[in-house]
């Protein structure tokens, strides 16, 4: 019998027995399930046992324009080319870029008591590319229990934390965005020590903001890259931090040519000043460093940032951002590198209003300009109009638009390009 049938008859009950008025008192009881037991809110379906939590989001994007990612700007070997400056590489004038993708994700989350904390079993499908006919394939299914120790097994993503290193200014910095927005060593042919995929992991709560995790993770791979992961971590109100590290299980066994990587990080928040650390680094002697500050003052924020790598490169960058009006804020920025004589810069002012309820109006202006090696420049402009009404829902268009005004000698030709992005998503849970 599911428990919120019991406490209506016991309800019933008491009605019969003191009046009315007193049921009603108690009429409140009626909605309490075991999914209310357990503290879970949202989209769910319960039995007598388990609470089952649906949640996902469905999205569609098109993209159109001129806009040719064939590189042409900058060298392949140089930072930069974390960037498709995407301008019209052929100069032909012709549309090169139209795009459509619906995609879809659905997360089913069961949870029940036991003794040793909430029992879970997760599921999680994803559609990238529903126009081609994909299915719903799953990305993530694996169990768990435990509160303050967590006992997780399955096909799930990596515990290895890469966090707590984004800059802070608001351009970013160019090698920064070319490992995903923080630090990270190049392997050259991708990620050689499996992350994720089949796992073994438990994270334990240590008390006063630490937490330790372990796990073996990516098992049973072909490339025998499976991995074992450790990762300590802190978090407290202002302050996050953690260092993981990764090496290769067969290494370990074998106790020779042990391949290993490493990244830590922090980001601290003390009143009106905000600093983030970070490093990676590997067995191979590569290694990137990261620090970004930023201060808080009435009507502006300033902010710094600066990186270095092991192979001669060296990138810093800069911003201001002012309230100029209620609702309207003002960025100005630049980023600059030097990767062994090869120097780039850029420079940009860009704005973000709020031009009417749920509705926010953005946009920028910039020069790109390469100093040595390549020796090009271009100018760009791009402008969004977003849209949040609520319910989960958003939508956005974008254009933006790149003329180039020097480019390599071994372009032949080139022109303006452009591009057209809108995306229309709901989520729900």
Not at 70 to 78: E, Q, V
């Amino acid at each position: 019998m599911k428990l919120k049938n019991l406490l209506l008859g016991s309800v019933t009950a008491a009605g019969l027995m003191t009046g009315a008025a007193y049921a009603a008192d108690l009429g409140v009881l009626t909605s309490v399930d075991v999914c209310d037991q357990l503290g879970i809110s949202g989209l769910t379906i319960s039995s007598d046992t388990n609470c089952l939590k649906i949640s996902g989001e469905v999205s569609y994007a098109f993209t159109y324009g001129d806009w040719d990612t064939a590189w042409g700007f900058g060298d392949y070997d140089t930072p930069q080319g974390g960037f498709a400056w995407g301008y019209d590489y052929a100069g032909d004038g012709n549309p090169g870029v139209s795009s459509s993708a619906a995609t879809a994700k659905l997360n089913f989350e069961a949870t029940a008591d036991s003794t040793f904390g909430p029992a879970k079993a997760v599921i999680k499908l994803i559609n990238e590319d529903i126009a081609d006919g994909h299915e719903l394939e799953v990305d993530e299914a694996y169990v768990s229990i435990g509160e303050g120790t967590v006992i997780m097994a399955g096909h799930k993503g990596s515990i290895y934390n890469t966090g707590d290193d984004a800059p802070l200014n608001w351009l970013g910095l160019f090698n920064s965005e070319k490992v995903d927005a923080g630090v990270g060593v190049d392997h050259g042919d991708g990620q050689y020590i499996g992350r994720g995929a089949d796992v073994v992991q438990i994270t334990h709560d240590l008390g006063n903001g630490f937490s330790i995790s372990g796990g073996l993770e990516d098992l049973g791979s072909d490339d025998d890259n499976s991995s074992v992961v450790g990762v300590l971590a802190y978090s407290s109100e202002g302050i996050s931090a953690h260092v993981s590290v990764l090496a290769e299980v067969e290494d370990i066994l074998s106790g020779v040519d042990n391949e290993w990587e490493m990244h830590a990080g922090i980001t601290a928040t003390l009143d009106t000043l905000k600093v983030v650390a970070a490093v990676a680094s590997d067995s191979d002697e590569d290694w990137n460093v990261l620090g970004s500050v930023q201060a808080s003052f009435d009507m502006f924020t300033l902010a710094a940032s600066a990186e270095a790598t092991d192979d001669d490169y060296t990138g810093a960058g800069a911003s201001i951002t002012a309230e100029v009006a209620e609702g309207v804020t003002l960025n100005v920025g630049g980023r600059w590198f030097d990767y062994d004589g090869d120097t780039a810069y850029e420079v940009a002012v860009g704005a973000e209003a709020s031009v009417a309820e749920n509705l926010t109006l953005s946009g920028a202006v910039g020069y790109v300009d390469e100093t040595e090696g390549a020796d090009s420049s271009l100018v760009y402009g791009w402008a969004k109009l977003a849209w949040a009404p609520g319910g989960g829902f958003t939508a956005s268009v974008k254009g933006t638009v790149v003329n180039p005004l020097e480019v390599a000698d071994y372009i032949d030709d080139y022109g303006m390009g452009y591009k057209i992005e809108t995306e229309f998503k709901k989520t729900f849970e």
